[in-house]
């Protein structure tokens, strides 16, 4: 296996971040595909972050859904977007209104009633990204072949990350574990957002954690008859995210004091295993 050149870095992919490797070991035309993604990806949790301004953040988010309209239209102006036309003139970019859509859960600070809405989420917020650079990586497959797979890389990822970012999320007010899930534990939704979790808190993210190893376990399956240098950088993402659940749950799931990360010296290991497979 071959790394084709070196990784650019930027605010999406900075060197040695998770997201960094996954580019790392992609072929060429999968690389250019996860870069632009990851990119797009970083302006809309930026655009949507709590500190930013309501009005400010919609403005954003309004060009971006006229942006993509654009790029839909053979016109876009965004150096992200002009990328993926790129990639691919004839690609259908109307699933990037799904992530739009995702984008517009995050602002909106919901609270989802239950696991069919968190799964929802996790589709427009993650599934539908990795299901687009996944088309664009390997346009000789069809698309819904693809779904399986990228959408279950998405949930992994997003799934990690929720429980990761609990304390940091919970701080502003958001919180993206079902109520229902929360009910089966007996917590209402403060009981997730002291610094201090209690037993059952961390009961309810090891249910989570679990559903996120299940989806990876499934992973593999779902990668049959699919192109191997086209899914190898995303299948080091779901592998890296794993190896940072490893992490959280060796804290013992201790994350409303602080922001647990897979250290870095594990990482270069874990991706290339990961690669390999």
Excluded: K, N
């Amino acid at each position: 296996m071959s790394l084709a050149r070196p990784v650019e870095t930027s605010v999406a992919t900075p060197s040695g971040s998770l997201r960094w490797y996954a580019l790392l070991f992609s072929a060429p035309r999968a690389r250019e595909a996860l870069a632009a993604m990851f990119e797009l990806e970083s302006e809309l949790r930026d655009a949507t972050a709590p500190r930013q301004d309501h009005a400010v953040a919609h403005t954003r988010l309004q060009w971006w859904r006229a942006e993509i309209d654009r790029l839909r239209g053979g016109h876009p102006q965004h150096p992200i977007t002009q990328a993926l036309r790129r990639l691919d003139e004839g690609a259908d970019f109307g699933l990037l209104h799904e992530i739009m859509s995702g984008a517009d859960l995050e602002m909106a600070g919901l609270t989802y009633a239950s696991d069919a809405e968190l799964d929802a989420y996790l589709f427009r917020s993650a599934g539908a990204l990795h299901w687009m650079a996944a088309a664009l990586a390997a346009p000789q497959v069809e698309a819904d072949a693809l779904r399986p797979w990228a959408t279950g890389v998405g949930r992994v990822v997003r799934l990690v990350e929720v429980i990761r970012d609990l304390g940091l999320e919970a701080w502003h007010g958001r919180l993206f574990i079902p109520l229902d899930l929360l009910e089966r534990h007996g917590l209402a939704p403060d009981g997730m957002q002291s610094r201090d979790l209690g037993p059952a808190a961390r009961a309810v993210l090891a249910e989570l954690a679990g559903r996120a190893r299940t989806q990876h376990q499934a992973l593999d399956t779902l990668a049959q008859g699919l192109p191997p240098e086209a899914i190898r950088g995303q299948r080091v993402l779901a592998s890296l995210h794993l190896a940072l659940l490893d992490e959280i749950e060796r804290h013992d799931f201790d994350v409303g004091r602080q922001r647990l990360d897979l250290p870095y010296w594990r990482r270069p290991l874990c991706a290339w295993r990961a690669a390999r497979a």
